[in-house]
């Protein structure tokens, strides 16, 4: 079945640095979605990305979708701490009704 | 303006006793879904659930049983507690399958001891 892998999984930073989280499928995906959950919180859905290629910003994330649609990327730029928390990457295929989660970033952002 | 609401949020069950996670929505989604979260293993569907009285298993159902009798309401049942499930569950609901963003309830921290 179709498998989200999601890299790295821990993240340490300075306050200021980049940030960048790299998800990959086994499979075709007709669109990701990725999702911030805070410590102690549940996942909120930040941006879902459809078509091949595509880029889409909020303010200092930005989000792409491989060629493919195999592969995604969320970059983070100068980061705060506000950033602090697991960042998840989602698959969907036209197969299934479930979204395939990866297992998360856990990004620590220290000042 | 509620969402997704999940009760309770914390429980602490000992081996071989049973409990019922409630999770219940507003936004008149068909798509509910369950997932359990483990440190660093991500979220693991359960079941979920494509409308009223239809359900399927998800990638980890054992142990578990739902139920979906209205829209609103995706109860999971787990029988006979074991620590193997001491977890955090998710329950989840969305528009349109996969195509759309899911909203997740608050969680329910569960521990089997």
């Known amino acids: 079945g179709q498998q989200v892998m999601q890299i790295p999984q821990y993240q340490h930073v300075q306050e200021g640095e980049d940030f960048t989280t790299y998800c990959n499928s086994s499979t075709t995906l007709s669109n990701i979605q990725w999702y911030k959950q805070r410590p102690g919180g549940h996942p909120v859905f930040l941006i879902q990305?459809?078509?091949?290629?595509e880029v889409k910003k909020q303010k200092r994330l930005t989000f792409q979708f491989g060629e493919a649609k195999k592969n995604s990327s969320l970059h983070i730029t100068a980061t705060q701490t506000t950033d602090v928390g697991t960042y998840f990457c989602a698959g969907g295929s036209n197969s299934g009704y479930a979204l395939n989660f990866g297992k998360g970033t856990s990004l620590l952002v220290t000042p | 303006n509620a969402g997704v609401t999940q009760t309770p949020k914390f429980r602490i069950l000992k081996i071989g006793q049973s409990m019922t996670l409630q999770c219940t929505q507003d936004m008149n989604h068909n798509y509910m879904y369950w997932y359990r979260q483990d440190p660093g293993m991500g979220l693991k569907l359960i079941y979920y659930s494509v409308g009223a009285g239809i359900t399927d298993k998800g990638e980890v159902p054992n142990g578990y049983n739902v139920s979906r009798s209205t829209t609103e309401d995706f109860p999971l049942r787990l029988e006979l507690a074991a620590p193997s499930q001491t977890s955090v569950y998710f329950c989840a609901s969305s528009k349109v399958a996969v195509n759309t963003e899911a909203f997740f309830g608050q969680g329910t921290r569960l521990t089997v001891v």
């Open positions: 990305l459809v078509k091949s290629g």
